[in-house]
């Protein structure tokens, strides 16, 4: 019930205008590396001094003119060349709604392509990331537009509360896709999601082994011990090699967790948004833990 509270919350302006004025100090930046490319870029540089590789995101959703989409497009870019001139170890990972995805399909398939194409020409790679169910279909079909057009730097994610994910990673697995498995992060009714975090948990094992057996490569999205334990006991029953997966987990969730896995000697990428629009995703990263809306009263209390 918290959680339907805390993500209704998220649209919900006068709130939003109240704690975004005073983010620094409701803590916001424990899930997000600042607000500027320089703050971000120094993100990056201390994971990959930690050994983890960075999958940059920035900030926002939902954009409603061609411009600005235009715009978050040529952001993308320019992020893409500064980790190039910079030599850090980071890809990108985007929302196509970002880009352009509610205004017009094309529009959206049109600005990742140039992200990609600038990607590419880094040698460098772009995750698109899952929106809310509404989007699914869309932003599959942008990532098979994609790929017919032979754009192969590019991957998808799947949520296993759907309970389309499992078909969509089989209808998917001819394309010899990148993908990142998650829960899935956004509200959604029972008519199209388990809402059974037992039920969740169960089809994210399932997608991640068929993943794991069939797919071109998985990135094991979760900061679940239960889920990692099995992940490592099937990836070394099944002789999969350390190439054809990694870990993924948020900047400021589970830190411990992220470099135990480095140490075992696993990829691990840390997800690192920046960007001034954070309320929605620092109200997602809210939902996800009561003790995070505990440290948020706490942060409001002290002042
Ligand atoms: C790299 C990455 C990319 C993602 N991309 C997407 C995407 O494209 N689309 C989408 O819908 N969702 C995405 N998500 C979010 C995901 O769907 C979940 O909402 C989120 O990862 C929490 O689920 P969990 O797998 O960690 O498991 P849970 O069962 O939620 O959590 C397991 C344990 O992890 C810890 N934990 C989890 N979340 C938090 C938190 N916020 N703060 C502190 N501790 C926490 C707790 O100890 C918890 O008991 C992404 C997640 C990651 C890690």
């Not at 590419?120 to 279909?137: I, K, L, P, Y």
């Amino acid at each position: 019930m918290m959680r339907a509270a805390l993500l209704g919350a998220a649209g919900n302006q006068p709130l939003q205008r109240f704690i975004t004025h005073h983010g620094r100090r409701f803590g916001a930046y424990r899930f997000v590396a600042g607000e500027t490319l320089d703050e971000f870029i120094a993100a990056v540089r201390s994971a990959n001094a930690r050994g983890m590789r960075v999958a940059a995101g920035l900030l926002g959703e939902d954009v409603r003119s061609r411009d600005a989409a235009a715009a978050v497009a040529r952001e993308y870019c320019d992020m893409l060349d500064r980790f190039a001139l910079d030599r850090v170890d980071a890809n990108v990972a985007l929302k196509l709604t970002h880009l352009g995805l509610t205004i017009d399909r094309d529009l959206a398939l049109a600005n990742v392509a140039a992200v990609a194409a600038r990607a590419a020409e880094h040698g460098n790679f772009v995750r698109m990331d899952m929106e809310q169910s509404a989007h699914t279909d869309a932003t599959l079909d942008i990532y098979r537009g994609l790929r017919a057009r032979g754009v192969d730097n590019v991957g998808a994610v799947l949520q296993s509360y759907l309970y389309r994910s499992e078909a969509d990673l089989l209808a998917l697995l001819p394309l010899n896709p990148s993908l990142r498995i998650v829960k899935g992060a956004y509200l959604e009714s029972a008519s199209v999601a388990y809402a059974r975090k037992r039920d969740v948990d169960a089809n994210y094992v399932k997608l991640l082994e068929l993943c794991l057996h069939r797919g071109r490569f998985t990135a094991i999205a979760t900061h679940d011990d239960a889920i990692i334990d099995h992940a490592v006991g099937f990836v070394e029953r099944e002789s999969i090699g350390r190439d054809r997966f990694e870990f993924q987990m948020l900047y400021g969730v589970r830190p411990k967790l992220q470099s135990a896995l480095v140490a075992r000697g696993f990829d691990v990428r840390i997800a690192v948004p920046f960007g001034s629009q954070w309320y929605p995703y620092f109200m997602r990263r809210l939902a996800e833990r009561p003790a995070n809306v505990l440290f948020l009263l706490r942060s409001m209390w002290r002042g």
